[in-house]
């Protein structure tokens, strides 16, 4: 048998053999599977959603893909491969899972091979934090042989000992309780008394760590009573936890209660005995939000980015297994292999990190959507200041809207004061970030122990380096960025590449000494703090400071507890932290961020303002909030002060529907990228070919009419040299997403880079550098 699948004989005669073949995708951007013989000695192991070896490409390599399906039918034409052999005992990806990354193959334009690939992490796919162990039993008494061997005193030990067990044991483990070598058990196998077999078991790494993780609360929180707002909400979502598919969109304001909602369906439907996946941004996974979950929903599993492969394999192994109840994690939980799914829970649903920047460039929202419709069980996508895309779903029924428009027990928003940075007196001393009205305020604050957190959006020390003689700025060797100087590093960084250099004594360009170090980061902004408020604690929050795991709950722990007093941070600081003593929020610059070129940037902008508001005041103590800007008059700011989001949406999609942009319109970006300008721009050119004529036959097969597909670029992008690639861009428009695929894939059919050039399809855009 071993050697029929080793060396491959006509496929005519194999055929004959098995007569089965099995459809395998590998991790390339494929648009179809490749059909392969199974051999005889793999019939009974080849299945959908296990992997399998086979030889592919030109070489015939042995690559490794998943199997999608196994059938009686023969390929159309061409030669027959055969397996080489089946990687896994049981599929990694069920039914369920397996038609939702068909659709994300399909919805996403990318090769179903690269989806799976993706979606089963690859601890599960390397098995790691498992080993093969060697068990040993008793062989069945008519199997004994005949006569009976003789055997030694340690012998008989290590057999008597392995009967009295009556189960099976790792061979390693017999040896040490019968006190004997290995050597007298592999005797009692060659004897034919005991026999062998091998089976994957999970190393004490993987069982260590989920065992921990899966812990629940010493103390289980008890459930709180609902207010008139929530009540109200819940018996609109309470029927519908077990009535099929139904997606609600619940917009609360910041500590509206929305989290006790989640937790009550999530309650109920555990109690159907059926499973919950909660999704929530990276920065969410502390343990103030975990504990909240824990106790109240059975089992929980906290998917990190911290964990390692052995970790997130044994994670997956018992969500498999349905020993883990509710799944709470970042993007990537949303293809959790849970059993009997019954609630999906998005919360901060507007966030962009639920989107992936590499392929496939899937959003976890609209996948958890799909996965919700596949599997018919309710969908709850939560947010203060949902995304304009499910706003607008909302608004024409495609959800369903459930509000909770209060702070819980009657606490008022707070309220914010709009300081306007082109009219604040010149304050004494050196100019800075705070100003006098903030500065004021923050020491108002803190006289009265309050605390208090001031956002700014922009890491590092000075944002912009530059000559005053000769106008040099400081730039990337491989980016169109400018640097910006870290002080504690004592470097000029780029912050897309990590690029670094030594800061400037004297300018490249010209060689002046004066180089001028502007801009404001929250690096600088420390240490004016520090400066003007020398008998307080002030901590710093940002990527630079948190980059090691566990240090965001060291900084919160230390704020909870009152040792530090100002928190000074990027758009980290500004989610989802419930701090009731924070009683002044200061936002230094609302403005960074409003002009990128992005149309969504007033929706981000608002959206984080409104945000970091909503960590002011949540206690007893109340709060305010000060925002300074230079734009005091811009809707993002104005309705953000009167927490407005239902205005600000309105007016945005307004804006949006004039423009044509999502979500009015779907969007699709390409991107062609090369080291050689040339070569990117000339592919570029030949691209755009492409779409001429795939618009042009599609406007014929609509009945004449044309297309309802528009065509923006070939263009350079925004940032048009990003880590030594030169990118040019399509934006590719359309009213529906039917359209606007069947164009890009007749466009790209017969897309074909030449070497050194690389495009990428990015459907429902979120980064547009
Ligand atoms: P959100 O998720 O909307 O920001 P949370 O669910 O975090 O709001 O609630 C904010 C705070 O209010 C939490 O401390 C929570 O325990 C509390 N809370 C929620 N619902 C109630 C309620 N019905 N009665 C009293 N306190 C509540
Ligand atoms: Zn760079």
Redesign the pocket.
């Known amino acids: 048998m071993e050697t029929l699948a080793l060396n491959p004989a006509s496929p005519g005669l194999l055929d004959a053999a098995t007569g089965l073949y099995a459809d395998i995708v590998f991790d390339r951007p494929l648009d179809h599977p490749y059909t392969y013989a199974v051999p005889a000695a793999l019939t009974g192991k080849v299945g959908v959603g296990k992997r399998v070896e086979a030889p592919f490409g030109r070489g015939g390599k042995t690559t490794s893909g998943f199997c999608v399906r196994v059938s009686t039918n023969p390929p159309a034409r061409g030669e027959v491969k055969e397996l080489e052999r089946v990687l896994d005992d049981d599929a990694l990806v069920d039914d369920h899972l397996m038609k939702l990354t068909r659709w994300m193959a399909d919805y996403y334009l990318c090769g179903w091979g690269q989806v799976l690939h993706a979606v089963v992490p690859a601890g599960v796919r390397e098995n790691a934090g498992t080993r093969q162990a060697v068990f040993v039993e008793p062989v069945a008494k008519d199997e004994l042989p005949n006569p009976l061997p003789t055997i030694t005193a340690a012998q008989k030990t290590a057999l008597d000992r392995l009967k009295k067990e009556n189960r099976p044991l790792e061979l390693g483990q017999l040896a040490r309780l019968a006190k004997c070598g290995p050597a007298v058990v592999g005797a009692l196998i060659k004897k034919r008394l005991v026999k062998k077999f091998t089976e994957r078991v999970e190393s004490s790494e993987g069982r260590g760590v989920a065992d921990d993780g899966l812990a629940s609360s010493p103390s289980p929180p008890t459930p709180?009573?609902?207010?008139a707002d929530?009540t109200a909400v819940w018996d609109k979502l309470s029927p519908a936890l077990n009535q099929g598919f139904h997606a609600f969109l619940l917009h609360?304001?910041?500590?509206?209660?929305?989290?006790?909602?989640y937790l009550r369906a999530i309650e109920e439907v555990v109690k159907q005995g059926k499973e919950a996946i909660v999704l929530v941004p990276e920065i969410s996974l502390t343990p103030q939000t975990i504990e909240?979950f824990r106790g109240r929903c059975g089992t929980v599993a906290i998917l990190h980015s911290h964990l390692t492969d052995a970790e997130r394999g044994a994670y997956w192994r018992r969500v498999a297994t349905g020993h883990v109840q509710v799944v709470v994690g970042a993007r990537s939980a949303v293809f959790a292999p849970t059993r009997k799914l019954g609630l999906v829970i998005i919360?901060e649903e507007h966030e962009t990190t639920f989107k992936q920047e590499s392929t496939p460039r899937y959003h976890a929202r609209d996948v958890a959507v799909m996965r919700a419709r596949l599997e018919d069980i309710p969908i709850v996508m939560?947010s203060?200041t949902p995304s304009l895309e499910s706003w607008a779903n909302a608004a024409r029924g495609a959800y369903t809207l459930l509000e909770?428009p209060n702070?819980?027990?009657s606490r008022p928003m707070p309220p914010v004061q709009v300081v306007d940075l082109r009219h604040e007196p010149k304050p004494q001393g050196k100019p800075g970030a705070i100003s006098p009205t903030l500065e004021t305020a923050m020491r108002t604050t803190l006289k009265e122990k309050g605390q208090i957190i001031l956002l700014l959006n922009r890491r590092g020390f000075s944002t912009h380096v530059h000559c005053p003689a000769c106008g040099h700025v400081a730039q990337c060797a491989h980016c169109d960025l400018a640097l910006t100087f870290h002080r504690t590093k004592a470097a000029l960084v780029c912050h897309y590449c990590g690029w670094e250099t030594a800061p400037y004594a004297k300018c490249p360009g010209c060689g002046q000494a004066a180089v001028r170090y502007q801009g404001l980061g929250t690096e600088k902004l420390h240490a004016e703090v520090e400066e003007k408020f020398p008998g307080h604690v002030c901590q710093r929050m940002d990527s630079d400071t948190m980059a090691k795991p566990g240090s965001h709950q060291r900084v919160f722990d230390a704020f909870r507890d009152g040792l530090v007093q100002i928190l000074v941070g990027t758009q980290m600081i500004a989610k989802?932290l419930?701090f009731p003593n924070v009683t002044l929020v200061g936002v230094v610059n609302a403005d960074v961020g409003l002009h990128l070129p992005d149309f969504r940037s007033a929706e981000r902008t608002f959206q984080l303002l409104a945000q970091v508001a909503?960590r002011a005041g949540?206690g007893d103590k109340g709060g305010r909030v000060l925002v300074q800007t230079y734009t005091p008059e811009h809707p993002c700011v104005t309705l953000a002060a009167a927490h407005d989001y239902g205005a600000f949406a309105g007016q945005e999609l307004a804006h949006r529907k004039q423009h044509k942009y999502p979500p009015f319109e779907r969007m699709a970006r390409l991107i062609v990228r090369s080291e050689k300008e040339d070569a990117a721009n000339a592919f570029a050119e030949t691209l755009a070919g492409a779409f001429q004529s795939a618009l042009a036959s599609h406007a014929k097969t609509a009945d004449g009419k044309p297309a309802a597909v528009r065509l923006l670029g070939p263009a350079e992008c925004p940032v048009f040299r990003l880590k030594n690639f030169y990118r040019f861009h399509f934006q590719v428009q359309a009213e529906a997403s039917g359209v606007l695929h069947e164009v890009l894939r007749a466009a790209l059919a017969t897309a074909r880079p030449p070497s050194g050039v690389e495009f990428q399809v990015d459907i429902d855009p979120y980064s547009m550098l």
């Open positions: 709180l009573e609902l207010n929530q609360g304001v910041t500590g509206s209660g929305k989290t006790e909602i909240r919360d939560g203060a909770l702070r819980v027990e989802g419930d909503g949540r």
